[in-house]
């Protein structure tokens, strides 16, 4: 799957497409029916889909100091939008000329200037454009006079509320992982890069690959029955703490797993996570036996929950 600089022309073989239009992050059930909209429209004209996203989220850039909220890096949507068929990612980088853009302008010199977009789909309530000025309705009419075809998906919903980002983050933040699950139709999963630790869990037969949350929403804090995925492809079980470790001093917050019966090294390795089940809240413990005793409990159930 291609990559493409959404401020550049696209490439011959790419022009002229459907091009799923938003910011995706999480790639939600909601989502998912958008870009499967535009795919199955350009499969059906035979034309190249296209899935344009944003990068920085808006948010970030506009409230720099906003709190961690971002549910999927850039290269995790690169491969959730190949799953779903799309040829390629487009990513508009967000920054001032951009922002700065009325909607009409973003849809003209971005959609059709560089796109050459033959259609563009979004979800109902998506908005672009200067000051949030663009809406499903705008992209219609802009649409007629530019001469693409505009289509806005209904919102999805689950048990009777739209599926939507925030209501993940909520659900993610309260330690609804089933929740959190359904709504992405796949657990939540951090991708990083492993790093070197104190090496406290090897001492105590309980070696961790260390992992920083980075932009990522920062989950419930505790201990979570989780699955790694390795670069080669292998699927590791495992439990892990995600939080600030409150046995150890100084407090540093990561996201630890401890995969069962692997013994390899993971350092330097970009591995993804996903966070199958909350067990617990994290807890301080007065001495290494004592935190040994729980992470056995811990790590029984987890293999129980993983093993159904």
Same mark, same amino acid.
């Given at each position: 799957?291609?990559?493409?600089?959404?401020?550049?022309?696209?490439?011959?073989?790419?022009?002229?497409?459907?091009?799923? !239009?938003?910011?995706?992050?999480?790639?939600?059930?909601?989502?998912?029916?958008?870009?499967?909209?535009?795919?199955?429209?350009?499969?059906?004209?035979?034309?190249?889909?296209?899935?344009?996203?944003?990068?920085?989220?808006?948010?970030?850039?506009?409230?720099?100091?906003?709190?961690?909220?971002?549910?999927?890096?850039?290269?995790?949507?690169?491969? !959730?939008?190949?799953?779903?068929?799309?040829?390629?990612?487009?990513?508009?980088?967000?920054?001032?000329?951009?922002?700065?853009?009325?909607?009409?302008?973003?849809?003209?010199?971005?959609?059709?200037?560089?796109?050459? /977009?033959?259609?563009?789909?979004?979800?109902?309530?998506?908005?672009?454009?200067?000051?949030?000025?663009?809406?499903?309705?705008?992209?219609?009419?802009?649409?007629?006079?530019?001469?693409?075809?505009?289509?806005?998906?209904?919102?999805?919903?689950?048990? &009777?509320?739209?599926?939507?980002?925030?209501?993940?983050?909520?659900?993610?933040?309260?330690?609804?992982?089933?929740?959190?699950?359904?709504?992405?139709?796949?657990?939540?999963?951090?991708?990083?890069?492993?790093?070197? &630790?104190?090496?406290?869990?090897?001492?105590?037969?309980?070696?961790?690959?260390?992992?920083?949350?980075? &932009?990522?929403?920062?989950?419930?804090?505790?201990?979570?029955?989780?699955?790694?995925?390795?670069?080669?492809?292998?699927?590791?079980?495992?439990?892990?703490?995600?939080?600030?470790?409150?046995?150890?001093?100084?407090?540093?917050?990561?996201?630890?797993?401890?995969?069962?019966?692997? /013994?390899?090294?993971?350092?330097?390795?970009?591995?993804?996570?996903?966070?199958?089940?909350?067990?617990?809240?994290?807890?301080?413990?007065?001495?290494?036996?004592?935190?040994?005793?729980?992470?056995?409990?811990?790590?029984?159930?987890?293999?129980?929950?993983?093993?159904?």
């Amino acid at each position: 799957m291609e990559r493409l600089d959404g401020g550049s022309t696209v490439p011959p073989h790419l022009a002229g497409g459907i091009v799923a !239009l938003g910011n995706f992050d999480g790639f939600h059930f909601g989502h998912q029916a958008v870009v499967g909209a535009a795919v199955a429209r350009a499969r059906a004209e035979g034309r190249p889909a296209l899935v344009a996203t944003f990068d920085p989220h808006p948010v970030r850039y506009f409230r720099p100091d906003a709190p961690p909220f971002e549910l999927t890096t850039l290269d995790q949507k690169q491969d !959730l939008f190949a799953a779903a068929g799309a040829d390629a990612m487009v990513v508009f980088r967000f920054e001032a000329a951009l922002a700065a853009l009325a909607a009409d302008e973003f849809v003209a010199a971005r959609l059709v200037g560089a796109l050459a /977009a033959a259609g563009v789909v979004t979800g109902a309530d998506f908005t672009f454009g200067r000051a949030r000025s663009g809406n499903a309705e705008v992209m219609a009419a802009l649409g007629e006079q530019l001469g693409f075809a505009a289509q806005a998906v209904a919102p999805v919903a689950l048990d &009777g509320e739209p599926v939507s980002s925030s209501r993940i983050r909520a659900a993610l933040r309260a330690g609804d992982t089933a929740v959190a699950t359904r709504l992405l139709t796949r657990p939540f999963a951090i991708r990083r890069v492993v790093q070197h &630790g104190d090496k406290v869990g090897r001492t105590i037969g309980y070696p961790t690959a260390n992992l920083d949350l980075a &932009g990522y929403l920062r989950p419930a804090y505790g201990i979570y029955a989780v699955r790694g995925r390795l670069a080669d492809g292998r699927v590791l079980a495992g439990a892990a703490n995600l939080g600030i470790r409150p046995s150890f001093t100084p407090p540093k917050e990561l996201l630890e797993p401890h995969f069962f019966d692997f /013994a390899g090294d993971l350092y330097g390795q970009e591995i993804e996570v996903e966070l199958v089940e909350y067990l617990r809240p994290e807890a301080k413990f007065d001495d290494l036996a004592a935190l040994t005793a729980q992470m056995d409990a811990d790590c029984a159930r987890v293999r129980a929950i993983l093993a159904g």
